[in-house]
T-cell receptor, first 110, second 114 residues
Framework: DAKTTQPNSMESNEEEPVHLPCNHS???????IHWYRQLPSQGPEYVIH???SNVNNRMASLAIAEDRKSSTLILHRATLRDAAVYYC???????????FGQGTRLTINP | DAGVTQSPTHLIKTRGQQVTLRCSPK?????VSWYQQALGQGPQFIFQ???????QRGNFPDRFSGHQFPNYSSELNVNALLLGDSALYLC?????????????FGPGTRLTVT
C-alpha cells in the first residue's frame, strides 16, 4: 500500500480557508487520492477523491500537484463543524480496503 | 434513507469471552467492510464481505471472523478476547461496481475488554 504523509495537527479560524497538505511521493499511476474525515464520536465520512485533475464538490476542493506526489484538501470557509481528523488515502480504482494513516487533526477556532 | 447502522453502541466484555457485533449496510449496498480503531489511531482494515464470502482480509488473527447474510447485513465475531481488542469497531458499506466508489461508515461499536 502506497504511503501518505500528513501533519499531525493544524489549526485555523472559523470562516477562513484551510489548506490540508498530503505528501505521497511513491504514488503510482493507478492510485486515486481519496480524503476522508472523522468527526468526533463518528465514523469516517468521504470528502472527495481525484486522479490527476483538481476536483471540487460541495464539501471541499482537491488540488493535485502536476507530478501527483502531493495534494492539498481545501476547505474554502471553515466552520466549527469542520473540526475533525482528516485522512489522505491512496487507492487503486476498485480497491477493497482503505488504509488509514494517523491523519491530520484540524482544530477550528471561533 | 437509513445509513449504516451498528449494534450495540457500547459493549463491555471480560478477557477470554466471545463477542458478536452487528452491521446493517446502507440501502442498495451489498459489500460490507469491518475496521478496528484503537484510541488515537486511524482505523485498520479487518476484512470485507461480498456475496456472503470473505473477499479480502487484513492482518488480523483467526480469532476475528465474520459472516454476511443474504440481506447483506453482517456480523463480526471475536473469540478469546484480549485486553488489546478494546477498540471502536467500524462497519462500512459500499457498492463497488459504481464508478464513483465510496465507503459509508456507521457510528461504530465501542468494545471494552476488562
Amino acid at each position: 500500500d502506497a504511503k501518505t504523509t500528513q501533519p499531525n495537527s493544524m489549526e485555523s479560524n472559523e470562516e477562513e480557508p484551510v489548506h490540508l497538505p498530503c505528501n505521497h511521493s511513491t504514488i503510482s499511476g493507478t492510485d486515486y487520492i481519496h480524503w476522508y474525515r472523522q468527526l468526533p464520536s463518528q465514523g469516517p465520512e468521504y470528502v472527495i477523491h481525484g486522479l490527476t485533475s483538481n476536483v471540487n464538490n460541495r464539501m471541499a476542493s482537491l488540488a493535485i500537484a502536476e507530478d501527483r506526489k502531493s495534494s492539498t484538501l481545501i476547505l474554502h470557509r471553515a466552520t466549527l463543524r469542520d473540526a475533525a481528523v482528516y485522512y489522505c488515502i491512496l487507492l487503486i480504482q476498485g480497491a477493497q480496503k482503505l488504509v488509514f494513516g494517523q491523519g491530520t487533526r484540524l482544530t477550528i477556532n471561533p | 434513507d437509513a445509513g449504516v447502522t451498528q449494534s450495540p453502541t457500547h459493549l463491555i466484555k471480560t478477557r477470554g469471552q466471545q463477542v458478536t457485533l452487528r452491521c446493517s449496510p446502507k440501502s442498495g449496498h451489498d459489500t460490507v467492510s469491518w475496521y478496528q480503531q484503537a484510541l488515537g489511531q486511524g482505523p485498520q482494515f479487518i476484512f470485507q464481505y461480498y456475496e456472503e464470502e470473505e473477499r479480502q482480509r487484513g492482518n488480523f488473527p483467526d480469532r476475528f471472523s465474520g459472516h454476511q447474510f443474504p440481506n447483506y447485513s453482517s456480523e463480526l465475531n471475536v473469540n478469546a478476547l484480549l485486553l488489546g481488542d478494546s477498540a471502536l469497531y467500524l462497519c462500512a458499506s459500499s457498492y463497488p461496481r459504481d464508478s464513483y466508489y465510496e465507503q459509508y461508515f456507521g457510528p461504530g461499536t465501542r468494545l471494552t475488554v476488562t
